[in-house]
């Protein structure tokens, strides 16, 4: 079992910058055990996949809309995943979600990932 809650969301003019942070509590199996990503969704639009991170962190996997603007990163002793934002577009806007799985690969794909955040509203004015 994993309890995922994400902060650092908020309200940012466009151009800037915002680091989100996942905190994860996990129940049996210890928190590098699993593999995390980044979703968003905006209203009225299916869930879009951001980014993946290994278990180890050493394997990273971003989406088109967001590579080479945002960089994940895991810190394995904090229990905790970041994704760094940078260049944020008013099409950023949307609530962000981070969410765990078992396993030793990356995974794209929402309904790969069986634990997920409350989420947390990233707002890019512009």
């Known amino acids: 079992q994993v309890q995922l809650v994400e902060s650092g969301g908020g309200l940012v003019q466009a151009g800037g910058s915002l680091r989100l942070s996942c905190a994860a509590s996990?129940?049996?199996?210890?928190?590098?055990?699993?593999?995390m990503g980044w979703f968003r969704q905006a209203p009225g639009k299916e869930r879009e996949f951001l980014s993946a991170?290994?278990?180890?962190?050493?394997?990273?996997y971003y989406s088109d809309s967001v590579k080479g603007r945002f960089t994940i990163s895991r810190d394995n002793a904090k229990n905790t995943v970041y994704l760094q934002m940078n260049s944020l577009k008013p099409e950023d806007t949307a609530v962000y979600y981070c969410?765990?799985?078992?396993?030793?690969?990356?995974?794209?794909?929402?309904?790969?990932?069986?634990?997920w955040g409350q989420g947390t509203q990233v707002t890019v004015s512009s």
């Open positions: 991170i290994s278990w180890s962190g050493s394997t990273t």
């Open positions: 969410a765990a799985e078992l396993g030793s690969s990356i995974y794209r794909m929402p309904h790969q990932y069986h634990y």
């Open positions: 996990t129940s049996g199996r210890t928190f590098n055990s699993y593999a």
